[in-house]
């Protein structure tokens, strides 16, 4: 069966984050579970990294940001009140040839992503057909990698139906050219998609809940249905009411949540980026409606280009508070090392928001497989806290004491997954080049540029000798020093250069060495240790009582 492949990059870093142990499948010894992944040694500290960072972003940092830790199965009533029950589905097709189930509405793009349809895209370009190699291509690879396809099981006839669909349409598109090959002229009256898979024709799309049902104590019957939470955010709203009152905060303020997420996925692909377990850090900020803004402030604040919105005033609406947010979130990546340029916005259209939401911007990062969603910011209006007051029949108003008015606060919501911005960091940090090894012979080395603040390891403490007590009693001396400020990794194996290399995989910002002028060689030097930066090769000399003001400088 041809497997959809992605791009040679994407090989690389998979195999990568396999080999350091950044991530592996799940269950792998018993073949793996598709959708899920673990993380390795390295994987868990820059996932734990990055949790950290937006958790003390959000909370640490802010007076106006309150966390919470809820549960992942919560009373079912949530996921009624929230729309997910009735409506958290996406069309689903099965191929009626391999059985595979397919995400209907992404066909075209797993189509694109695979080696099949690359291929055969070649063949077909600017509406001219290279006939003779679609030909040579039926007979070599066509067979083994969509046997389903009609053109590889009736050659001749599919391409008669082709070559007179290009004469009958000049302007002839790609999606109409793979349907037409994957459709058998004589037992069809209208066009097929293709299975990406093997080329089959697939059924019609049926709408497919992603939430993972369970059921909750000994009998599995309808009353005991509960359902894993397939995003974070459901659980603030339920607990709104609890924090206003145990918190003391007062509108505009907002609640986090960092956790476990689960999407009963069609197609789970590209690697993490789509998993069926997952984690989300979401925030739901609230603010008052602009009815009550304008009342208070005599006017209600409109977005212009340039407007400043960094730091928050009276008179903003939804629409400031929305903007405030991206803009925030965008300085946040930055912090982490994501360039600007290595992202977009995606300003949803009216047509595709959800019915309640006034505007949704998507943090796109620019993956090696296309530029797709991190991050989304929403504004949703009053939507939710009354779907739970409706629900639960308890209030979730407000009492705004400044405005003296009783209202149900409105509020943007920020959410990221954790997963997708580890897999963004990984590919952003991947590079490859090439450095003089100790006898100055340039030597290609695949180095992960992690921002030092996300770096699984932020340290590496070398003896330069591993057969000399001395060295390595001085190494493990700084490395106990530096242990209780960050992560640090101990090693003296193997030629000084090859422990470098391993660092610098692993994205390592800092490799410390402790040579003889450390033990007093050179008078000067004695108790100074060379500190060497993974990305510009530099050696500093500093003082083994500098030392960790020297790194925690750099990596705060
Ligand atoms: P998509 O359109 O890609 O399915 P979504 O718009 O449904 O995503 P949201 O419901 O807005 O996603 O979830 C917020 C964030 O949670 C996403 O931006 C993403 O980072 C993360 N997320 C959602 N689904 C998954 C998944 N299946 N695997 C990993 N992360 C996910």
């Known amino acids: 069966m041809a497997e959809v492949k992605i791009n040679d990059l994407m090989e690389k870093i998979v195999s990568l984050c396999k080999r350091r142990g950044f991530i592996y499948q799940s269950s792998e010894i018993y073949g793996g579970i598709n959708g899920f992944w673990d993380y390795g040694p390295l994987g868990s500290e820059l996932k734990r990294n990055v949790r950290e960072l937006w958790w003390q972003a959000m909370t640490r940092f802010r007076d106006d940001i309150v966390g919470l830790d809820a549960t992942i199965i919560m009373h079912p009533k949530i996921w009624e009140a929230s729309g997910h029950v009735s409506t958290f589905a996406d069309p689903m097709s099965t191929c009626k040839v391999c059985k595979k189930l ?64 290009i004469a009958g349409n000049k302007d002839l598109s790609p999606q109409e050219f793979f349907k037409i090959i994957a459709t058998n002229p004589s037992a069809y009256t209208s066009l097929i998609t293709p299975c990406p898979y093997c080329g089959g024709e697939l059924t019609e799309p049926r709408m497919f809940n992603l939430m993972f049902k369970t059921h909750v104590g000994p009998v599995a019957d309808e009353e005991n249905v509960a359902y894993l939470r397939p995003e974070t955010a459901q659980a603030i709203f339920a607990q709104f009411k609890n ?36 984690e989300q850090m979401e925030l739901e900020f609230f603010i008052r409606p602009d009815e009550v803004v304008e009342k208070l402030a005599g006017k209600v604040a409109k977005w212009s280009e340039g407007a400043d919105v960094s730091q928050p005033q009276p008179d903003w609406g939804w629409e400031m508070w929305h903007r405030h947010w991206v803009e925030e979130r965008v300085k946040w990546y930055e912090s982490i090392g994501l360039s600007r340029d290595t992202f977009e916005l995606y300003w949803q259209q009216k047509e595709e928001l959800a019915h309640y939401a006034r505007a949704c911007v998507d943090i796109q990062f620019k993956f090696p497989f296309g530029t797709q969603e991190l991050e989304g910011i929403a504004a949703r209006g009053d939507f939710d806290l009354t779907q739970h007051q409706k629900f639960s029949g308890k209030s979730m108003e407000y009492f705004d004491e400044e405005a003296k008015a009783r209202y149900v606060p409105h509020v943007v919501e920020p959410s990221a997954g954790v997963d997708r911005l580890v897999l963004a960091l990984i ?29 699984p390891i932020k340290v590496g403490v070398f003896p330069l000798l591993k057969n000399k ?22 090693d003296e194996a193997g030629a000084i250069g090859r422990r470098y290399r391993r660092q610098d995989e692993a994205g390592t910002p800092f490799g410390v060495t402790i040579d003889f002028d450390t033990l007093g060689e050179t008078n000067s030097l004695k108790d100074t240790v060379t500190v060497r930066d993974r990305d510009t090769l530099k ?5 083994i009582d500098e030392l960790v003001h020297y790194l925690m400088e750099r990596i705060k």
């Open 102 to 165: 397919i995400r209907t509405d992404q066909v075209w793009e797993i189509i694109n992503d695979s080696e099949w349809g690359r291929t055969l895209s070649g063949f077909f370009s600017n509406g001219a057909l290279d006939e003779e190699k679609l030909l040579q291509w039926v007979h070599h690879r066509g067979h083994r990698q969509v046997p389903g396809l009609a053109l590889v099981k009736n050659p001749n006839e599919v391409v008669k139906a082709l070559k007179s669909a």
């Open 243 to 278: 924090i206003l009152e145990t918190s003391r905060q007062k509108i505009p303020f907002g609640i986090c949540q960092i956790g476990k997420a689960f999407r009963n996925e069609v197609t789970p692909r590209n690697f993490t980026f789509r998993s069926r377990e997952f």
């Open 427 to 455: 590919c952003n940090a991947y590079s490859e080049d090439e450095v003089p090894d100790e006898s100055g012979k340039l030597e290609q080395r695949v180095v992960m540029r992690f921002h030092p603040r996300v770096a």
């Open 469 to 490: 007590p001395q060295l390595v009693q001085k190494a493990k001396e700084v490395r106990e020093m530096l242990r209780p400020y960050m992560s640090v990794f101990y």
């Open 539 to 543: 050696q500093d000399r500093v003082k």
